[in-house]
């Protein structure tokens, strides 16, 4: 913590006003260690009040604006965005250090397709309503009316700041909730550019509210525990997770997790080599290895595995390190020294277990002022077992481990021997077993010979330490409503 200096100052967003504190917080730079920006910390007192604004909106104007007109505003927010496109991709490759060119494809798009995603979810969704033969020829007309579930806690990571908090924001603004989402500590920017477009597409006061802070002893904390919150959404690490939920259990809270992933690929000898590569690099490397659904283990059937192991590290030694800015760039700094420390710690783990480290293990020099930033080589190992530590946590970084299989079983068993159950890849050219091999990996997500592709009426969401429930489409609504059911005897 420390004084903003003349640093840009990143403010919360309270019942439709920006608001300063007397305590703020240094973000910095990851690309080169510089100080960004002064993030203004929100106390207790100040989540009290977004809470109450979050509370009076649902309760007023919000709770009063019909479906239609709600979906018309997100529409008009996606609509906004795009017209200020490039001031969120500034702001985000600033707080993150990522390529301009990812941020534009993936992260800022998917702000305007999310809102548009769930105008277009909550506008279709009729009301269930059946008959029901009941005794003596009766019957009875149930129907369900979907409420809001009320106000809502939203808390999401650093990774894919924009993209994820709008995953959570628009259908929980489509169903009818207000919100107070607490952005992570390392990218406050695009919540609060967020805040400016909502409000100025004339989204009421109070109901998209922004409190910037930490977790333990700060506006995380002070949100999860807070009597007015009707449930948690959060995206973030198992560990996290695992504590909001202690922090809810008392009021028994409804909470839908996104957590942490150790994510498999499966690749047999059949497997297209140039695709798989292709496949494999974007879903080991992609954002610098920082998102949940990235690739740390990859078996390969035996007959082929010397080619993939070449292949990767001759496509790791192509990744470009660099400024967001520079169109040659392709990988980004990791977010901060502190978590630079927690990667290169398993990159000691893994040479520690006996693995060969075929590429990178270590800090770049990369001179042009860069070095102050929290760079790191892109990682590839074999010689571990999945009894290994960096087998079996998620290091969430640019690295992933090689170990060869025989037979299919093996493949499956090798990639279920985990914890986490978020997501998966299959590469073969036999579609059968590519079905087969799919269903039968315990995660949310199974891809066949892609990585990543989303249908954003798709469930996506992931098992044990992965998650708890699923977003998307109709399921984000089963999150976001309460249905309380209506049974008139006919
Ligand atoms: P994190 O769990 O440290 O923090 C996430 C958010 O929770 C931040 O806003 C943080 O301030 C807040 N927080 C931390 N402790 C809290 C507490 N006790 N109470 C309330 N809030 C608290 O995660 P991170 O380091 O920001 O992000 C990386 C993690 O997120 C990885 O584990 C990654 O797999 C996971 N993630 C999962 C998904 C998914 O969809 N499954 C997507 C992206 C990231
Ligand atoms: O694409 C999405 O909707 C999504 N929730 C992606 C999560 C990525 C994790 O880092």
């Known amino acids: 913590?420390?004084?903003?200096?003349?640093?840009?100052?990143?403010?919360?967003?309270?019942?439709?006003?920006?608001?300063?504190?007397?305590?703020t917080w240094n973000k910095i730079n990851p690309v080169d260690g510089s100080?960004?920006?002064?993030?203004?910390?929100?106390?207790?007192?100040?989540?009290?009040?977004?809470?109450?604004?979050?509370?009076?909106?649902?309760?007023?104007?919000?709770?009063?604006?019909?479906?239609?007109?709600?979906?018309?505003?997100?529409?008009?927010?996606?609509?906004?965005?795009?017209?200020?496109?490039?001031?969120?991709?500034?702001?985000?490759?600033?707080?993150?250090?990522?390529?301009?060119?990812?941020?534009?494809?993936?992260?800022?798009?998917?702000?305007?397709?999310?809102?548009?995603?769930?105008a277009d979810t909550v506008?279709?969704?009729?009301?269930?309503?059946?008959l029901t033969d009941l005794a003596g020829g009766r019957q009875a007309l149930n129907y369900a009316v979907r409420k809001p579930l009320g106000v809502v806690a939203v808390i999401v990571p650093w990774n894919l700041p924009l993209l994820l908090l709008t995953w959570k924001v628009a259908p929980a603004l489509a169903c009818g909730n207000t919100v107070v989402v607490k952005p992570s500590e390392e990218t406050p920017s695009t919540a609060t550019l967020l805040a400016e477009v909502l409000d100025e597409v004339g989204v009421p006061a109070g109901v998209y509210n922004v409190v910037h802070g930490f977790?333990?002893?700060?506006?995380?904390?002070?949100?999860?525990?807070?009597?007015?919150?009707?449930?948690?959404?959060?995206?973030g690490s198992s560990a996290t997770g695992s504590a909001i939920m202690r922090i809810v259990a008392p009021r028994v809270k409804p909470v839908s997790f996104e957590l942490g992933g150790k994510n498999a690929a499966v690749v047999f000898a059949d497997a297209n080599l140039e695709d798989t590569l292709a496949g494999l690099t974007r879903s080991v490397f992609?954002?610098?290895?920082?998102?949940?659904?990235?690739?740390?283990?990859?078996?390969?059937?035996?007959?082929?595995?010397?080619?993939?192991?070449?292949?990767?590290?001759?496509?790791?030694?192509?990744?470009?390190?660099?400024?967001?800015?520079?169109?040659a760039t392709t990988t980004g700094p990791l977010i901060s020294q502190e978590h630079r420390d927690k990667v290169l710690s398993y990159y000691r783990l893994a040479e520690e277990a006996?693995?060969?480290?075929?590429?990178?293990?270590?800090?770049?020099?990369?001179?042009?002022?860069?070095?102050?930033g929290s760079w790191i080589e892109p990682t590839l190992w074999t010689g571990l077992t999945n009894a290994d530590r960096p087998m079996r946590e998620e290091i969430f970084g640019p690295c992933a481990a090689l170990v060869p299989f025989d037979g299919e079983q093996e493949g499956i068993a090798l990639a279920n021997d985990t914890e986490y159950g978020l997501a998966s890849s299959v590469w073969t050219t036999d579609l059968t077993r590519g079905h087969r091999v799919a269903q039968r990996m315990n995660v949310g997500m199974s891809w066949v010979n892609t990585w990543f592709l989303r249908d954003?009426?798709?469930?996506?969401?992931?098992?044990?330490?992965?998650?708890?429930?699923?977003?998307?489409?109709?399921?984000?609504?089963?999150?976001?409503?309460?249905?309380?059911?209506?049974?008139?005897?006919?």
């Open 286 to 327: 992609a954002n610098t290895g920082q998102v949940c659904l990235c690739t740390e283990r990859v078996y390969v059937q035996r007959p082929i595995f010397e080619d993939v192991a070449s292949g990767l590290v001759e496509r790791a030694r192509a990744l470009r390190l660099g400024r967001p800015d520079d169109d």
């Open 215 to 235: 977790g333990p002893d700060s506006a995380g904390q002070f949100l999860t525990e807070h009597p007015g919150i009707d449930g948690v959404t959060f995206t």
């Open 1 to 23: 913590m420390g004084d903003s200096g003349a640093h840009a100052a990143v403010r919360n967003f309270v019942d439709g006003a920006f608001v300063e504190t007397g305590q």
């Open 354 to 372: 006996g693995a060969k480290t075929l590429v990178g293990g270590g800090v770049p020099t990369l001179g042009d002022g860069l070095d102050g």
């Open 35 to 118: 100080v960004l920006s002064a993030v203004h910390e929100a106390d207790a007192a100040l989540v009290d009040r977004a809470v109450r604004a979050a509370r009076a909106a649902l309760d007023g104007p919000w709770g009063e604006t019909p479906v239609a007109r709600r979906a018309a505003l997100l529409r008009k927010a996606a609509d906004r965005i795009e017209e200020r496109f490039e001031e969120f991709v500034r702001a985000e490759c600033a707080d993150t250090g990522k390529p301009f060119a990812q941020a534009r494809e993936l992260d800022v798009a998917r702000a305007p397709a999310n809102f548009r995603a769930f």
């Open 123 to 130: 506008s279709a969704a009729g009301q269930s309503s059946f």
């Open 456 to 490: 954003l009426r798709s469930p996506f969401g992931g098992v044990g330490l992965s998650g708890i429930g699923r977003e998307g489409g109709e399921h984000s609504l089963d999150f976001y409503t309460e249905p309380t059911n209506v049974c008139v005897q006919l």
